[in-house]
């Protein structure tokens, strides 16, 4: 069955400092992988996409991930953090016929 | 290009009692979405429609939860008799078309306390 993990319930970081955010997939087959957003009282904003082709994708906002196959992961990344990154992020696996299964989110916190 | 639409943003109601959701896709997105997001947890998929079709209900708990999207436009997810652990955040998304975009574009969700 398909699966996503992020094993951190909260990253911190200092604002101007790389970010970067966990996330290891399990499915069958090859995995389509997606980072969404979410601010408070908002819905899921899309970042970016993984589905073939290079495994460095850059997405909005400055973020970018880093697919890697044989460790099973898709981290989201960006190289200098801004307050205003404070949000809730989501790694999705795309399964079935076009189905998203998300992991639990991971709480980003950027202190000035 | 306006983006998806959902009524009401937040609704209180006592357990046992109805509630109706309504969203507005994407023009033009066939396939649709409803999510439940409880608080501390990722989206769960509830239903998925493709024109006024289900795709997949498979998670949905048909028992008290029913939804329709009967001229695969717009959708109403129902709640009828509603339970203490129904209160979440309902999402609605959408999607271009099964076969070329797999992004799904989320709406702002309706906050739901069941007391």
């Known amino acids: 069955a398909q699966s996503v993990a992020q094993p951190e319930d909260q990253v911190k970081v200092a604002e101007g400092n790389p970010l970067t955010v966990k996330c290891t997939y399990s499915?069958?087959?090859?995995?389509?992988l997606f980072w969404y957003v979410q601010y408070p009282n908002r819905g899921l904003q899309f970042l970016l996409k993984?589905?073939?082709?290079?495994?460095l994708v850059k997405g909005s906002y400055g973020f970018e991930a880093e697919f890697n196959k044989s460790q099973t992961s898709f981290h989201l990344k960006k190289p200098s953090a801004l307050v205003s990154d404070s949000a809730l992020y989501f790694c999705a696996v795309l399964y079935g016929n076009n189905r998203l299964a998300f992991g639990k989110g991971n709480q980003v916190v950027v202190i000035p | 290009e306006a983006g998806v639409a959902q009524s009401p943003r937040y609704k209180i109601i006592e357990k046992r009692q109805s509630v109706a959701f309504w969203c507005n896709p994407i023009s033009g997105h066939a396939t649709l979405y409803w999510y439940q997001q409880i608080l501390g947890q990722g989206p769960k998929l509830l239903i998925q429609f493709q024109n006024n079709g289900v795709v997949d209900d498979s998670q949905l708990p048909k028992d008290r939860f029913s939804a329709e999207r009967l001229k695969g436009v717009d959708s109403t997810l129902k709640i009828q008799p509603a339970k203490l652990e129904d209160s979440a955040v309902y999402l609605c998304?959408?999607?271009?078309?099964?076969?070329?975009?797999?992004?799904?574009?989320f709406g702002p969700g309706t906050r739901l306390t069941v007391t």
């Open positions: 993984y589905i073939t082709g290079d495994n």
């Open positions: 499915v069958s087959g090859n995995p389509y």
């Open positions: 998304a959408s999607s271009l078309d099964t076969g070329r975009s797999y992004e799904q574009y």
